[in-house]
């Protein structure tokens, strides 16, 4: 079993530095190949929901913007109790915005996007609506559901658009595919130590 995690755990690792390596490497990418280069700083707010009982994640975050291409760090805070759960990555490519010659009057502040994330918590409580699940089907139920704490890994691929607010604030919408895996809580639950999911997000964005 330990040998189980530790191979898990070196996985978790190799994931999170090919997400690292392939942004950089779609930076570098973009910065040869660019005569004007746009760098860009700043910070964003989101609400997101998935499917892995944890209920609503705020995220602040920090981010990096080299053309079309952006890397993201933010902290994984739950509606529930605002307990700080933990911490994720994004990394986002531009598919078109005002920038591009083919993007119309029409579409002049949206911008289409495509992402990948990677969320890690290791500090989540259940939701309330996922605990009030817990006590339907289990009534005699003696496991303090209120108190259970949970580590899940959690990733998504998926797409999403900006709209344009200001000149430096955007709002930022998105959905994801992917799944959640557990790797340390209560098991015997309805909830799902396992899954697939859709994640929705949206929030706003600052550039400075």
Known sequence: ???QKT???QKVQYTFKGVCIL???FSLNNAMHSQNEK???GISATTSMSGQGFGAMYTPSLFYKLNDCKIELGLNIQKRKFNISGMQINFEYTLFD???EYNNSCAGDLELFVYSTIKYNCNAYLSKSQINSEKMI???SKIPFDDLKFT??????GFGLNVKLTERLKCCNSIGFGGWKTLKGERYLFRDYNGVSIMLTT???LNF
């Open 1 to 3: 079993m330990k040998n």
């Open 7 to 9: 191979k898990f755990g």
């Open 23 to 25: 942004a950089l490497s």
């Open 39 to 41: 760098t860009k700083f």
């Open 98 to 100: 005002e920038s591009k």
């Open 138 to 140: 289990v009534t005699d």
């Open 152 to 157: 899940a890994l959690e990733a998504y691929i």
């Open 203 to 205: 929030g706003l964005a």
